[in-house]
């Protein structure tokens, strides 16, 4: 079982930039990858930006160039944590973002996502 936390999000002005957090608590060592998506109303998710255990990033074509994801994930931690810098925000990334992670359970990858959360972001001016 994992736990996602999120934080961060909120109104910006476009141009502006935001960062939100997520951090997983549970079986946190058994995360391959963690990630974000996001959803308007009436649409469906979008992966936008993932990060694997061992760094390897990848970003959607929507916000590559302008946002950039890094993960913490010390031994010695007692949480995962993915953080999403957000930079030259226009309204069209006005979503409600929401944080994912691929766990290893057994010999299967389950997904464990905040989709009853999400945190909202706004560009507007």
């Known amino acids: 079982q994992v736990q996602l936390v999120e934080s961060g999000g909120g109104s910006v002005q476009p141009g502006g930039s935001l960062r939100l957090s997520c951090a997983a608590s549970?079986?946190?060592?058994?995360?391959?990858?963690m990630g974000w998506y996001r959803q308007a109303p009436g649409k469906e998710r979008e992966l936008i930006a993932d990060?694997?255990?061992?760094?390897?990033?990848?970003?959607?074509?929507a916000v590559k160039g302008r946002i950039t994801i890094a993960r913490n994930n010390a031994s010695d931690s007692a949480k995962d944590t993915v953080n999403l810098e957000m930079s030259s925000l226009n309204p069209a990334d006005t979503y409600v973002y929401y944080c994912?992670?691929?766990?290893?359970?057994?010999?299967?990858?389950?997904?464990?996502?905040?989709w009853g959360q999400g945190t909202q972001v706004t560009v507007t001016s």
């Open positions: 549970g079986r946190i060592s058994s995360i391959l990858v």
């Open positions: 990060i694997t255990r061992g760094g390897t990033q990848r970003y959607s074509d």
């Open positions: 994912h992670a691929a766990v290893l359970v057994g010999a299967e990858v389950r997904d464990y996502g905040s």
